[in-house]
């Protein structure tokens, strides 16, 4: 299984920057998928998930609601993260992992991608 983030950089406070996630391997129309980020020195964690099937349900961590969108491509096997409004505290390297657990309590499953860093100036 491979899943390849890209779309990561520098950006100033405010900007946009859109993630996508190439995923190959694996049954990717049957997984919730998620992104997770993690800063240095501090735990990764959750930030966005899309679940699989017709009702493709969404979960945001409170901090990235009303900013951030997740979506999917499923014909193209490939996760999608649009990031609007950034903020510093978004610095981190963004990883797109298959997600386990129900949709609104998501923790990171078996695969997951070697991750895109985001930099944002203040």
């Known amino acids: 299984v491979q899943l390849q983030a890209s779309g990561g950089g520098l950006v100033q406070a405010g900007g946009s920057l859109r993630l996508s996630c190439a995923a190959s391997?694996?049954?990717?129309?049957?997984?919730?998928m998620g992104w997770f980020r993690q800063a240095p020195g501090k735990e990764r964690t959750i930030v966005a998930a899309t679940g699989w099937g017709r009702a493709e349900t969404t979960y945001y961590a409170d901090s990235v609601k009303g900013r951030f969108t997740i979506s999917r491509d499923n014909a193209k096997n490939t996760l999608f993260l649009q990031m609007n409004s950034l903020e510093p505290e978004d610095t981190a390297t963004y990883y797109c992992a298959t997600v386990r657990g129900p949709i609104y309590r998501p923790s990171i499953g078996t695969y997951w991608g070697q991750g895109t860093q985001v930099t944002v100036s203040s």
């Open positions: 391997g694996l049954t990717f129309s049957t997984f919730t």
